[in-house]
């Protein structure tokens, strides 16, 4: 065998593989405010414009918007939200002004191939409550806008006569409390779009279950229970959810995911980080500190311990289970990697290195489902059988 039988296929692999890209070519873009959205209401928890990041489309995909839901948690009583009010979670006035579109927002054909030259958006998230809540808290002295609602209204408003009023293609997507919000408002895109539009939806890291936690309470409902209740979600919670008697409950996205009509993709890790610390061991769930250590890294996890989070991943498959099985539209990417988010970033959702199941990586079967090449629901095996995570824990 000669040098050049040898080098030839190295080359081609090298040119097929998506290149790191630099932190000198990553796109930055600007944030937009919507000077129009006070006139429906729609303002930040500071009162502060509700804003996103626009970066169009071009070519073959000048016609295909990609939203974003920002991510960010929750605030559920009158101090938290006030706290946050005075942070980038509550304020455009104190959020970044450039955001880096990366990942599944990335405009370079090798790392995005199937999204990068669509109209891409990432709408900042403001609120507290997943773009959900739509009351006001004003006692004289304080004054709070809880008006999630209004200000995804407003931002699609905002867009419409910017190319979204006549896309053919869109995907609604969202990491973390974004991708929960992603549940919240599926549906809801498609009556801004053409009827003839090819509208899918993304929740990434956003499934966060009504699970109980180590000590068997119900830590993670009381939270959204208080959550909904402030800032007056539930009237804005999927209606044929609510009315099967989860009222509430509907903010979680196992309730309402049955009752979404328009096709779903579904991104989380089975040993999601943050319902590893906040839903399943939550700080009140363990005072005496014994999964200190586990929850800093899974290797030093006991056996009752990896049993336990074995547990709850159980839990997450059996939740899934009917999606899975009934499920003709959607799709599905469950690893079992200790991380949270994993579409934003290039590492995770494209990359030499990035997490696989099966052999295919996460951007790969995102835009496999949504061209309906195939329709992926891909499961991984469980911890610690996967070698592609190399983020254990973030």
Request: aromatic share 12%; charged share 15%; net charge neutral.
């Amino acid at each position: 065998m000669n040098a050049f039988s040898v080098v030839l296929p190295l080359l081609l692999l090298l040119m097929c593989e998506p290149r790191r890209i630099s932190s000198q070519e990553m796109r930055r873009v600007k944030m937009t405010l919507v000077q129009n959205a006070s006139s429906i209401g729609a303002y930040c928890l500071d009162g502060s414009l509700p804003a996103y990041h626009f970066d169009g489309g071009s070519g073959a995909g000048a016609s295909n918007w990609l939203l974003q839901f920002e991510g960010g948690g929750w605030c559920n009583d009158l101090k938290s939200c006030l706290d946050r009010a005075a942070t980038h979670r509550g304020s455009t006035r104190l959020m970044s002004k450039v955001e880096v579109f990366s990942g599944i927002l990335s405009n370079n054909a090798s790392l995005n191939p199937d999204f990068y030259n669509w109209n891409r958006v990432k709408l900042r998230y403001c609120d507290g409550a997943s773009f959900g809540g739509d009351a006001v808290f004003d006692n004289g002295t304080s004054l709070l806008y809880f008006r999630g609602q209004r200000i995804w209204q407003a931002i699609i408003l905002d867009l419409l006569p910017k190319g979204l009023g006549q896309a053919k293609k869109a995907l609604l997507s969202g990491c973390s409390a974004g991708g929960l919000a992603t549940f919240l408002h599926c549906d809801d895109l498609t009556t801004y779009l053409p009827e003839n539009a090819s509208v899918k939806c993304l929740s990434d890291a956003g499934l966060f279950l009504d699970a109980r936690d180590v000590a068997m309470n119900h830590s993670m409902r009381y939270f959204y229970k208080s959550v909904v209740t402030l800032q007056g979600v539930e009237k804005n919670l999927n209606k044929n959810c609510t009315s099967s008697g989860y009222h509430e409950l509907c903010f979680f996205p196992q309730y309402a995911l049955p009752y979404i009509k328009t096709p779903y993709f579904i991104l989380n890790t089975a040993y999601d980080v943050y319902q590893f610390h906040h839903i399943l061991v939550p700080t009140a769930a363990d005072p005496n500190g014994h999964w200190y250590h586990c929850k800093l890294s899974p290797k030093v996890c006991n056996e009752v311990q990896i049993a336990t989070l074995q547990g709850f991943r159980r839990y997450m498959l059996e939740t899934l289970q009917p999606f899975y099985t009934n499920s003709t539209s959607g799709g599905m990417f469950i690893n079992s990697c200790f991380a949270h988010c994993q579409s934003e970033s290039q590492d995770t959702w494209l990359a030499p290195d990035s997490p696989r199941v099966d052999n295919k990586t996460i951007a790969e079967a995102v835009g496999d489902w949504y061209f309906s090449i195939r329709i992926s629901k891909e499961i991984d095996c469980e911890y610690p059988c996967d070698n592609s995570c190399h983020n254990q824990i973030n």
